[in-house]
C-alpha cells in the first residue's frame, strides 16, 4: 500500500500471513523470521558461517563455563539443561508465559532457535520474585506473543494460530509509530468529493504533499471510513445525512498508505445491511483491513493485528452512537451492523481478549456530542472501562471537532480527532500518533493540521501550531500537560 523502506520485504511478509493463518510451512516461516529480524534487530540474527553445534556440545561447552545461581527458591547450579527446563516448567507464570500452555515441546523449539543460553537465563528470571515478561523480548528480539505465532507457524500447532494478523517491516529499528485520523468522506455529491472530482490531481489534490509524505511515513496508518461503500440499498428514513460512496473509491485510501480503518461509526449503515455488507466486500478486496463491523456479532467484534519490530499490535473498535437513535444497528449473532458500546460490557469483552493476545492494546472509540469541545462524563466513564479491560491507550472520534486529552488509570485518550477531511469550512484538525520505543515505552502525541478551502495540510507556522496545542491544552484533563512537540504527560 505506501513506498517504505524493505518492499521487497514486505512482500515476502505478506506470504508469512498467508501461512501462518494455516499454521503450516515451517521453513519458509523461518526464513521470513530471519528476514524481519536482519531488517528490525540485527544484533540478534545469527551467521551461520560455520556447521552448528549439537545441543549436546553446547550444553557441554556451558557447564564447562561458570554455572548460574539461582537467586529464588532454586540454590543450586544447573549441571545440564534438562535442570534448566524443570526449573522454567516448574517457577514459571502464566503471566511470565503470557498465559499460553508451556510444555518441553516448546522449550526444544526455542532452545533450537536461539540457544542454550536464552533458556538458562529464562530459567534464573523465572525463579525472581516478579519475573519480567519483557525478558522474552530482550533475549530474543520477539514478544512471548510473538514467540507463540512463530512457533505456531513452525511446527503446526495450531491451537494458538491467531487470524488477522499481518506482519509489518517498520521504518526504524528503535520505534513503531502509528498515525489516526478523524473523519473522512468519499460520499457521492458530497462537498469533499465534488472537490476532487474537479481537481486535476484528484485526492492528491486534496491534501497537502507534507501531510501525505507523513501518513505514508507511518508503520501503521488507520483512517476513519465515515461512509459506506456501496450501490446498493436505500437512505435510512428520517435521518438527516446518509453518505454512501461507490466502491471503486476505496482505492483513495491508498493515497494516506492505509494500513486499517475504522467502520464502527454512524454513517457505515446509513442504506442498510445489504450496504454494509457491500462496505465490508469492498475494503477486503481492496486488501484493507478494518474493525468495528461485520456480517455478525463474531465479525464486528474481531481484533486485527499487527506485529511490529518484535512486538504484537491489537486494534479494537466500537462506537457508542447513536444514543438518542437507532438508526445504525447494532450487530447480532445472525445479522450485519457495527459493534456498539453504549452499554460496554460486550466491548470490554473484546479489549480483554485483545490484552491476552497482544503486547498493546489500541483502542478506537466513536462518541461524544456533536459540535462540543467539552469531553463529557459518558466519555470519561467509557474510557475508565476500557482502560481497566487492559487498553493501553483510547483515540476518540465523532465530533466533528477536536477535543482534548486525559490520562485514564495512566492510560492516554484523545477525547476527539473530529473532522479530518470532511466539510469545506476551516476547521483545525489533526493526526494521533503513537510511539512505541524500543524499550517499549508508549507515547501519545498530536500533529496540528488544518482543513481550509477543501484541503487538509500539515501546519508549519509554529504560532499557528502553538495556537491549536493550546487549544487542546485548555480542553484536555486536569493535570495533563501538552508539549511544544504535540506529546502529551502527566503534571
Known amino acids: 500500500m505506501k513506498k517504505k523502506p524493505y518492499i521487497a520485504c514486505l512482500l515476502s511478509v505478506i506470504c508469512l500471513v498467508s501461512l501462518l493463518c494455516g499454521c503450516s510451512g515451517g521453513h519458509d516461516v523461518a526464513e521470513m523470521v530471519t528476514s524481519i529480524r536482519a531488517k528490525t534487530r540485527p544484533e540478534l540474527t545469527v551467521k551461520d558461517t ?21 537467586s529464588s527458591g532454586y540454590s543450586s547450579s544447573i549441571e545440564e539443561m534438562d535442570d534448566a527446563y524443570q526449573v522454567i516448567l516448574q517457577n514459571c507464570t502464566s503471566e511470565f508465559i503470557g498465559n499460553y ?19 538458562l537465563k529464562l530459567a534464573q528470571e523465572s525463579c525472581s520474585k516478579n519475573p519480567r515478561q519483557d525478558m522474552w523480548y530482550e533475549l530474543t528480539g520477539n514478544s512471548i506473543h510473538v514467540l507463540w505465532l512463530v512457533y505456531c507457524g513452525q511446527t503446526g500447532f495450531s491451537q494458538y494460530c491467531t487470524e488477522n494478523v499481518e506482519w509489518k517491516v517498520c521504518g526504524s529499528m528503535s520505534e513503531i509509530t502509528l498515525e489516526f485520523t478523524g473523519d473522512v468522506n468519499f460520499s457521492e455529491g458530497y462537498v469533499t468529493t465534488k472537490h476532487m472530482d474537479k481537481s486535476p490531481g484528484g485526492i492528491y489534490d486534496c491534501f497537502s504533499p507534507e501531510l501525505l509524505e507523513e501518513m505514508n511515513a507511518a508503520d501503521i496508518m488507520m483512517v476513519n471510513n465515515e461512509f459506506t461503500y456501496s ?32 467502520v464502527a461509526n454512524n454513517h457505515v449503515y446509513d442504506y442498510g445491511p445489504e450496504a454494509l455488507l457491500d462496505t465490508i466486500e469492498t475494503l477486503d478486496r481492496a486488501g484493507i483491513p478494518h474493525v468495528g463491523a461485520g456480517a455478525n456479532l463474531k465479525e464486528a467484534s474481531k481484533p486485527y493485528y499487527f506485529v511490529c519490530n518484535g512486538r504484537k499490535i491489537a486494534i479494537v473498535s466500537a462506537t457508542q452512537i447513536e444514543r438518542s437513535y437507532n438508526y445504525t444497528k447494532e450487530a447480532t449473532e445472525n445479522s450485519p451492523g457495527v459493534l456498539k458500546s453504549l452499554d460496554p460490557s460486550k466491548f470490554v469483552e473484546v479489549i480483554k481478549e485483545a490484552r491476552k493476545n497482544s503486547d498493546y492494546v489500541i483502542v478506537n472509540i466513536h462518541w461524544g456530542t456533536e459540535g462540543d469541545s467539552n469531553f463529557g462524563r459518558d466519555q470519561k466513564n467509557l474510557a475508565v472501562s476500557f482502560a481497566r479491560a487492559g487498553a493501553d491507550v483510547i483515540i476518540g472520534g465523532h465530533t466533528h471537532c477536536l477535543q482534548g486529552f486525559d490520562f ?20 483545525d484538525t489533526g493526526l494521533a500518533k503513537v510511539t512505541i520505543d524500543e524499550k517499549g515505552k508508549l507515547t501519545l502525541g498530536f500533529i496540528p493540521c488544518i482543513q481550509k478551502d477543501t484541503k487538509t495540510s500539515l501546519v508549519r507556522d509554529e504560532a499557528e501550531k ?6 487542546m491544552q485548555k480542553h484536555s484533563a486536569p493535570g495533563v500537560i501538552v508539549n511544544p512537540d504535540g506529546t502529551i504527560s502527566q503534571g
Open 50 to 70: 560455520e556447521v552448528p553445534e549439537s545441543r549436546e556440545e553446547r550444553r557441554r561447552d556451558i557447564t564447562e563455563q561458570e554455572s548460574p545461581v539461582f
Open 466 to 471: 502553538q495556537k491549536i496545542l493550546d487549544f
Open 231 to 262: 450501490t446498493r440499498g436505500k437512505a435510512i428514513p428520517k435521518k438527516a445525512y446518509t453518505f454512501r460512496a461507490h466502491p471503486s473509491r476505496v482505492e483513495n485510501l491508498k493515497a494516506f498508505g492505509t494500513d486499517i480503518v475504522n
Open 408 to 427: 485514564v488509570e495512566g492510560v492516554p485518550v484523545i477525547y476527539s480527532l473530529g473532522n479530518f477531511w470532511f466539510s469545506s469550512s476551516t476547521q
Open 101 to 119: 500452555p508451556l510444555d518441553e515441546a516448546f522449550l526444544n523449539w526455542l532452545d533450537g532457535e536461539y540457544g542454550d543460553e536464552c533458556i
